[in-house]
């Protein structure tokens, strides 16, 4: 399954700095013991939001692994706002043409 996030980053939180903890090791371990594979990332300046889309085998792994006290600190310390979060399941999605 490909899923589309979208997140709101905190006042005074930039791009750069969530790039940096995105691309951290740890974060990238965290992806892999989870079962996830990075598609794509960016920042939309209009609509002042960072999107990813993952692909997963289990449409739980996201919502489990956000659960995780390790996963929630490092979204804290890269300025996401979780209460901002939406994630669009694409059934059917398809990686790459």
Request: hydrophobic residues 45%; glycine residues 6%.
């Amino acid at each position: 399954m490909i899923q589309i996030q979208s997140s709101k980053l905190l006042d005074g939180t930039d791009y750069d700095a969530w790039v940096k903890l995105f691309e951290s090791e740890e974060a990238k371990k965290m992806r892999a013991a989870a079962g996830l594979k990075v598609l794509a990332y960016g920042w939309s300046a209009e609509k002042e939001r960072v999107f990813t889309v993952v692909e997963m085998d289990d449409p739980q792994t996201v919502q489990k692994l956000m659960q995780t006290p390790e996963a929630a600190a490092l979204m804290a310390k890269a300025g996401v706002d979780k209460s901002a979060m939406e994630m669009i399941p694409l059934h059917n999605g398809k990686p790459g043409i």
